[in-house]
């Protein structure tokens, strides 16, 4: 039995721990992307982005269209995610009104997991002049989309965030999604121009339980998702990914899909681990070479919790856009070498470049 690549992480994932499976179905399961397999043989369901799940009411409005006369409710869409994998998401959508319900998955802190959001979808005069065209509108290969974000949805308060301030907490790779879920769903239907406005239900109250708030993300959730999947997390999951760690000679611990990604180009010969925002787990041996990559933001207030104390910046990635030098960085990355002994820290622009690479 030969290895198999995870088509949403990337990574290459040995026969071994196939054979530790006793799912005869685990190759099936981890080339669909629903599922992630871990070293032991355990598998866990991912579950899907509020962009993927944006998308798929977003469609499920417009399908609606067709009327209840036509075709009745609509119960489920296929949706195309950024990392090249369809779903089947459940929906429930009749009339140009739509609502999908995010899936968690096996991730036991998911404060969004069943959050439903609201899609609205109306047709447009083609006839209208492109002026007219509202910010968040385009002109798309399958006609015109103007794509609104409602209550529930966040706005972006300060900078260095997936989107400009002012505008919605939709990220692009989100927003691509939901506006090619939008265009699949036209051409289905046969419209040639069409207003979606999204929404999420209790979307301010849920934004509570999340870091929005913190980050500079106002009355509401974000809209995110670049690979489309959420990613499980649970005990064992953390268990695994500590292993990982150990076991590898030459080892990149990353926080996100950023770091992630770009850390498989600066540093092929390493194995890559995503740890997420679990930092207080990370323990390398003395004689690994290691690496702690990412974006700023996370890695740096985890070695100094207070670093925007008396700065009068909102956030660490507003701080890091407006001031890349600014002295509270350097004191942070000490506290990390610090705590991190031996460790190679590699902070990440969004673009992959490198903002600052701090060796041993």
Not at 111 to 138: D, F, S, W, Y
Not at 291 to 302: D, H, M, N, T, V
Request: hydrophobic share 40%.
């Amino acid at each position: 039995m030969g290895g198999v690549t995870d088509p949403v992480s990337g990574l290459a994932i040995p026969a071994s721990w196939i054979e530790k499976s006793s799912d005869p179905k685990a190759i099936e399961r981890v080339k669909s992307g629903l599922w992630a397999l871990l070293s032991d043989g355990t598998l866990l369901r991912r579950g899907l982005t509020t962009g993927t799940t944006a998308a798929a009411a977003a469609k499920g409005a417009v399908v609606s269209l067709k009327g209840s006369v036509l075709q009745g409710p609509v119960h489920q869409v296929d949706v195309l995610t950024p990392v090249g994998i369809r779903v089947t998401v459940p929906v429930e959508g009749v009339d140009g009104a739509c609502a999908a319900a995010k899936i968690g998955g096996d991730h036991e802190s998911d404060v969004t997991a069943g959050a439903v959001l609201e899609a609205k979808a109306e047709p447009l005069c083609t006839m209208e002049k492109e002026e007219r065209i509202a910010p968040e509108g385009r002109i798309g290969p399958e006609g015109r989309i103007e794509l609104v974000a409602g209550p529930g949805i966040g706005r972006i308060g300060s900078r260095g965030l997936c989107a400009p301030p002012g505008k919605a907490a939709i990220s692009p790779s989100a927003r691509k999604e939901i506006v090619k879920a939008i265009e699949e769903g036209m051409a289905e239907v046969g419209l040639k121009a069409v207003r979606v406005t999204l929404a999420v239900r209790s979307g301010e109250k849920i934004a509570e339980e999340t870091m929005n708030p913190r980050v500079g993300v106002l009355g509401g959730i974000s809209i995110l998702g670049s690979t489309g999947f959420a990613e499980p997390w649970n005990e064992h999951l953390g268990e695994s990914r500590e292993a990982e760690i150990r076991d590898a000679e030459k080892v990149v611990v990353t926080t996100g899909r950023v770091g992630l990604k770009y850390s498989r180009f600066l540093f092929p010969k390493h194995t890559v681990v995503l740890l997420g925002n679990k930092l207080d787990r990370l323990r390398f041996r003395e004689e690994q070479d290691s690496i702690l990559c990412g974006l700023p933001a996370l890695i740096l207030k985890w070695g100094m919790p207070k670093i925007l104390e008396g700065t009068g910046y909102v956030t660490v990635a507003e701080m890091v856009e407006r001031d890349p030098n600014h002295p509270r960085i350097d004191e942070a990355i000490r506290f990390l070498k610090e705590k991190l002994p031996g460790t190679r820290i590699v902070l990440l622009n969004r673009d992959g470049s490198i903002l600052r690479d701090e060796r041993p």
